[in-house]
């Protein structure tokens, strides 16, 4: 349940009337950070460690501003990092050295202390609406009672910022400091890892992360096409992409994240990575191949880190002649009328190195340097000296995210059964090849295995898969020498009717020993009259597929453990296309070679008749 206002008492310590007969740490300096927003409050969080870390002259404390529309999530927020909060209208009571906030929306009590305000996103990019009338305001400029007082200090990225705001509110002239962007910082210098992000949210080697991102509010690319994620995963093959989505605070805060999780429910339920809204968001960005998204941070971050991308909505709320617009006139649209995997090929393959370079330019300075110059500003105001004892920060690389994603239960598959043809072949081995070898723990059919490309038999048989997780997927039409098959994990999948309609049936777990299996695939099979197939992975790291009144066969990949669910794929076409299974390989492909020429892999496999159904 989130906190209320009303539980927030006034402290007694650090700050209070007898706060000096409580502390531990008898601190020189008060720092007050104001926390408004939600968005704001995660920023502050991020960067504030690292200023002050192993100072104890400092004493801080969280003042809880109320007044915001997007507040909800922030207090929560501030227990869980274990930060002392008082109410806002304590303040007042309090002779803060210094107060620091993200947001610039804040009514501080009056008084000497000066103001630092953090931007919360990049510079000055949009209009946001006025809560103090019904008028539009530029986001991230403080009130011009503040200016006016001289309390004011606004930390910026790029000296074009400066120039932006002398030219819309001369009065912010003196009152601001060029800091640099501590975030892209840390993105910057978390590039290497992005292997570990990688493997980390289920993206392997072979497939593409496309990262959709949006701001907040009805111009945003989730006002306008809240489904736009379900149709990316419904047209974007799975074995070959997964999707991720980085929504703004704002719109956790504003809709709360159970409205947010059933907007996207069909999405959930077919592997979205749905990004929370604290820290996650970063190692993603660095993790994706692609960026779908909008006139956002985070997009002009995805830029700035030479990410190919395009933009599904641009509103009329960013700002002109900004870096985001800018990025406007360079990057590519995404549309809604055309195939979303034709438009992400074209992104990646037309995306050129530095094509946002210029952008980027425009909106960061001096990158690597933003922690240690905000330390200096800081103790500045603070009228102290910054620790000896330690050296000035560095950005850090990020921690590894945790997986959002739910596990997918059931897919539509896509099959094509072709002639072996050069592509297929390979030399028969010889005397002095190396045997098969199986590797455990054996796959499940969500955790595709890796597959092998070592010498192994001629294919006779080879079989292009594609799957779709049924959840999202189109009805799907059987074309010419195409065939569609839904295949369902029973144990996992929590629609009845989705298991009742299955042609082909997966097990979840590897079964110790092939008579295991076969007892599993029977067993299935009866609880289930109108499936064809059910298919287990083995410990050994062989697969056993079993048909309806027909043969059990054992499938072996040439190196490697076989999936089952590629295995079932495999026998499945074959049966549609009119060819018994017989003994000897099958090539699977995964993807359709015909459309990706980007080296999607294959796996040969072997198969071996061990038993009859029905014997």
């Not at 960013?318 to 995997?341: E, H, I, K, N, Y």
């Not at 309609?501 to 979840?508: H, T």
Request: aromatic content about 4%; overall charge negative; charged content about 20%.
């Amino acid at each position: 349940m989130a906190a209320r206002i009303a539980d927030i008492p006034f402290l007694r310590v650090p700050v209070g009337d007898d706060a000096h007969r409580w502390s531990t740490f008898p601190g020189e300096r008060t720092l007050v950070v104001a926390a408004r927003t939600l968005t704001s409050t995660i920023r502050v969080l991020e960067v504030l460690p690292a200023l002050l870390r192993g100072d104890s002259r400092v004493t801080v404390v969280f003042a809880h501003d109320p007044t915001s529309a997007f507040g909800d999530g922030s207090l929560d927020l501030l227990h869980d990092s274990g930060c002392r909060v008082m109410p806002w209208g304590q303040l007042p009571h309090i002779a803060p050295d210094l107060i620091l906030s993200a947001s610039e929306n804040i009514e501080v009590p009056e008084g000497n202390c000066p103001v630092l305000v953090l931007p919360h996103g990049i510079g000055f990019q949009k209009y946001v609406p006025d809560s103090r009338s019904p008028r539009s305001r530029l986001s991230g400029v403080v009130p011009d009672a503040l200016l006016e007082a001289g309390r004011a200090w606004i930390a910026l990225s790029h000296p074009e910022q400066e120039r932006q705001l002398l030219a819309s509110h001369p009065k912010t002239a003196g009152h601001t400091l060029l800091v640099g962007d501590p975030c892209l910082d840390e993105l910057l210098v978390s590039a290497d890892r992005r292997d570990d992000y990688r493997r980390v949210l289920g993206v392997a080697d072979h497939r593409r992360l496309v990262l959709v991102s949006s701001t907040w509010g009805p111009t945003s690319l989730i006002g306008r096409d809240p489904q736009l994620p379900a149709r990316l995963l419904a047209e974007l093959p799975w074995d070959e992409y997964r999707v991720g989505l980085v929504l703004h605070p704002n719109v956790w805060s504003a809709h709360g994240a159970w409205h947010v999780r059933t907007l996207q429910a069909d999405a959930l339920d077919a592997g979205l990575l749905l990004m929370p809204p604290v820290h996650d968001w970063r190692p993603a960005l660095v993790a994706a191949d692609v960026v779908i998204g909008d006139h956002g941070s985070v997009t002009l971050y995805g830029a700035a880190l030479d990410k190919p991308l395009a933009l599904a909505a641009y509103g009329n709320d960013a700002v002109p002649g900004t870096a985001g617009a800018d990025l406007a006139r360079t990057a590519p649209r995404f549309g809604s009328g055309r195939s979303a995997l034709r438009q992400i090929e074209d992104v990646i393959r037309t995306h050129e190195p530095d094509r946002y370079a210029s952008v980027a330019a425009r909106a960061f300075t001096e990158p690597g340097t933003a922690l240690a110059r905000l330390r200096t500003a800081l103790y500045d105001l603070l009228r102290l000296q910054p620790p000896t004892t330690a050296p000035p920060p560095a950005p850090l690389t990020l921690t590894v995210p945790e997986n959002p994603a739910t596990t997918v239960t059931a897919w539509m598959v896509v099959t094509r059964v072709t002639a072996p043809g050069p592509a297929d072949t390979a030399p028969t081995p010889t005397a002095t090849d190396p045997e098969p070898t199986h590797i455990n723990p054996a796959p499940t059919p969500t955790n595709p295995a890796p597959v092998s490309r070592a010498t192994a038999p001629v294919s006779r048989t080879t079989v292009d898969v594609r799957r779709f997780p049924c959840t999202v997927a189109a009805e799907l039409s059987e074309e010419a020498g195409t065939f569609v098959h839904l295949a369902v994990c029973p144990d996992r999948e929590r629609d009845r009717r989705l298991t009742e309609s299955a042609s082909v049936l997966l097990g979840s777990t590897s079964a110790p020993s092939s008579a295991d299996g076969l007892r599993w695939v029977r067993d299935t099979l009866a609880r289930w009259p109108g499936s064809l197939l059910a298919a287990t992975a083995l410990a050994s790291g062989e697969s056993l597929v079993g048909r309806r009144h027909g043969a059990a066969t054992l499938v072996s990949a040439y190196s490697g453990p076989t999936d089952p669910a590629f295995a079932a794929a495999a026998l499945y076409a074959c049966l549609r296309d009119g060819r018994t299974p017989g003994e000897g390989p099958v090539t699977v492909r995964i993807g359709d070679p015909r459309d990706e020429p980007r080296g999607l892999p294959s796996v040969r496999l072997t198969l071996r008749a061990v038993g009859h159904l029905d014997g």
